[in-house]
């Protein structure tokens, strides 16, 4: 039994079936070359990143998140190595799934393939949402006097999930308790509480979903139903208009650049640009879709391997010179908007350009969206091929040459979650899932680095010992975080209470706890902070220095659990990091006996760590979704499998 759920295929029985065809599953069309599988790449690299998520890392990181988009392309850098090693010695759908099949063994190609079914289902959850958000800013801004139009409106309650409506609503009414006048609640608040209250409602249901998301899902399903070619000409068509886009951008914002925004470089030092490190990654992760088009390559072994590094360097570069324009022009600190670019190009009055990225980020979402949903049918084929799922997900449509129910299903799967489901659970929990197959990926490189009987593919990882690097740089590290990080190092590890910032004190606050804290605030404030009796309670604490707010804070008459964070309600939240540590541990000693490979060392490591500084709530939410996998697995996948049926025979 045991040694079943580690049975592995081997890479010569796999280029054989491939050689052959699967019988009576028929194979893709071959007709991508490297500029398309480049074109790829950057249709899913360049979107929420560059449309979005730069301007809230740029206000957190100041000009230095530059730095960070740096470290996270060579994070995925090092692991596209070893995807690019993988997919040059195993040049068949699957991605990480197939790889780690070979690496691994069935049950670790399980969760692999269990958790990329998360990865792309969820990313695409993800990016629909965004789209909608993008497309519905877009019709609001539309104005045609001769036709009387003045933006087109859809009511709030159609142009968001179900989650973020309710979440707003409770959110607003909390402030609202607590003092804060309508008037000065966020734009953002304000917009979700309005969805909830005038939503339709069934009994004491209400009617909230995510309509465009919904649109935009269909016609992307259609796309990549229809087949390849198709999927390859719409996505390098929106190629070329998002890189258009953004070399206008750089083009003329270059000439508004005022260097004196550059200073502080780093105003929140390194703290402040890993900050952003969850948001920044998310924008890199489409890259490892590229490996899941192998099948269609013209020539994989060559034509992979470059695709996905020229992808990841354009867009590195990209990103790069984007944040520098935007630091540039505005002072970094107005940054932390949902669509930095168009705001830039308001703020120096230049509507025009405003108008042209609006339209971009819409292309530039949805080129994204039809990678990660072509990417997911195949990862289910591959599966089906090998007798874990069904074989109805291997089915190929006998004209257009796609896994054509795979491809209807998952329209299904992003289509229903997309109109109920937050945004910032579907993000982490996407960018979890990829971590985890980088990190498999990484690791099934070192596992294969010294097996003398595996067949090699034409492109391979270049090798340097890392056994006195490893070793260095972990000493080194430790003995930083005590030199240079002493206070924050201590704190970690003697798990000291944390003081809660003022939102989640206040709203964890009953009536009677938060008449209590606004009589305090009555005997410390200043004349000017209450208005007619009316006590603002999160605008007078968030007006508080760190110092005055802990002292308030200590001084409150409310439960300590509501004013700190500690014991194990603190301490779960480092189990990630403790992990870390131990594998780095763990990964020392095997750099030290075995001479393990540098690259996907680095690459393990550094995907862990970002994997790690995602939080434990995802952590939690990803195991979940791993037992359900292997529920799945022992009830059909074990038995159906093909290896099984051939140690049967």
Not at 42 to 70: E, H, N, R, W, Y
Not at 173 to 193: C, F, H, M, P, W
Request: proline share 4%; with cysteine; glycine share 6%.
């Amino acid at each position: 039994m045991f040694e079943n759920l580690f049975r592995k295929k081997s890479v010569t029985k796999i280029l054989e079936d491939a050689e052959k065809g699967y019988g009576d599953h028929a194979s893709l069309h071959k007709t991508l070359g490297v500029r398309d599988l480049t074109a790829f790449g950057i249709a899913a690299i360049i979107g929420a990143g560059i449309f979005s998520t730069i301007g809230k890392a740029s206000a957190d990181g100041g000009p230095a998140v530059i730095f960070l988009f740096i470290f996270t392309a060579i994070a995925c850098s090092f692991a596209a190595f070893a995807y690019a090693e993988f997919a040059s010695m195993v040049p068949v759908s699957g991605s990480a799934y197939t790889y780690s099949y070979v690496a691994f063994g069935e049950l670790v190609a399980w969760i692999i393939g269990w958790s990329l079914i998360m990865e792309y289902a969820i990313g695409n959850i993800t990016v629909a949402i965004s789209w909608s958000d993008y497309f519905t800013g877009l019709l609001s801004s539309i104005h045609i006097p001769a036709l009387g139009i003045k933006g087109i409106h859809l009511p709030d309650w159609m142009t968001m999930d179900y989650l973020t409506a309710y979440n707003g609503h409770m959110h607003a009414q909390a402030l609202l308790n607590a003092g804060k006048s309508y008037a000065n609640l966020d734009e953002a608040v304000r917009i979700t509480n309005n969805a909830w209250v005038t939503a339709p409602q069934i009994g004491n249901f209400h009617i909230v979903a995510d309509l465009p998301a919904l649109g935009i899902i269909i016609l992307i399903t259609w796309l990549v139903y229809r087949g390849m070619k198709e999927s390859k000409n719409a996505s390098n068509a929106m190629v070329v208009v998002k890189l258009a886009v953004i070399l206008l951008v750089l083009s003329v914002g270059v000439f508004y650049i005022d260097t004196e925004n550059w200073n502080p470089f780093a105003p929140d030092g390194v703290s402040g640009v890993l900050k952003g490190v969850s948001a920044v990654f998310f924008a890199y992760i489409g890259f490892d879709a590229i490996s899941t088009t192998a099948e269609e390559c013209k020539n994989p072994q060559k034509d992979l391997p470059r695709g996905m590094m020229w992808a990841i360097i354009i867009c590195t570069v990209l990103y790069v010179a984007i944040a520098l324009v935007l630091t540039g022009i505005v002072k970094y600190d107005n940054l932390a908007v949902g669509d930095p670019l168009a705001f830039v190009f308001d703020r120096i009055n230049l509507k025009l350009m405003s108008g042209i990225i609006a339209v971009s980020a819409v292309f530039a979402m949805a080129s994204v969206l039809l990678v990660f949903q072509m990417g997911q049918p195949r990862i289910w084929m591959s599966m089906s091929r090998d007798g874990l799922l069904p074989k109805k997900f291997s089915k190929i449509h006998p004209v257009y040459k796609t896994p054509s129910f795979a491809t209807i299903v998952v329209g299904f799967v992003v289509a229903v979650p997309s109109l109920f489901m937050n945004l910032t659970i579907v993000t982490d929990l996407c960018s979890i899932g990829t971590l985890f197959a980088f990190v498999l990926v990484c690791a099934g490189v070192l596992v294969l680095q010294n097996k003398p009987n595996i067949q090699r593919g034409k492109f391979r990882i270049p090798y340097a010992n890392s056994k006195f690097i490893i070793p260095i740089v972990f000493i080194a590290a430790i003995a930083s975080s005590f030199i240079f990080f002493k206070a924050q190092t201590m704190a970690f590890l003697t798990n000291e209470a944390k003081v809660n910032d003022p939102i989640s004190f206040i709203t964890s606050l009953d009536k009677t706890e938060l008449a209590a804290v606004q009589r305090q605030i009555k005997l410390e404030q200043t004349p000017s902070a209450i208005i007619e009796q009316n006590i603002d309670t999160e605008a007078y604490l968030n007006g508080l220095t760190e110092t005055q707010y802990k002292s308030f804070i200590e001084k409150s008459n409310v439960s300590a659990s509501k004013k700190f964070e500690h014991g194990w309600s603190l301490f779960q939240h480092k189990i990630p990091m403790w992990i870390f540590f131990v594998i780095c541990v763990v990964v020392t000693y095997f750099c030290i006996t075995k001479n393990l490979s540098l690259i996907p060392v680095l690459g393990l490591l550094c995907c862990l760590y970002m994997m790690c500084e995602l939080g434990i709530s995802n952590w939690i939410g990803f195991g979940i979704w791993l037992v359900i996998g292997l529920v799945v697995y022992f009830l059909y996948g074990f038995k159906h499998s093909k290896l099984n049926t051939a140690n049967q025979a």
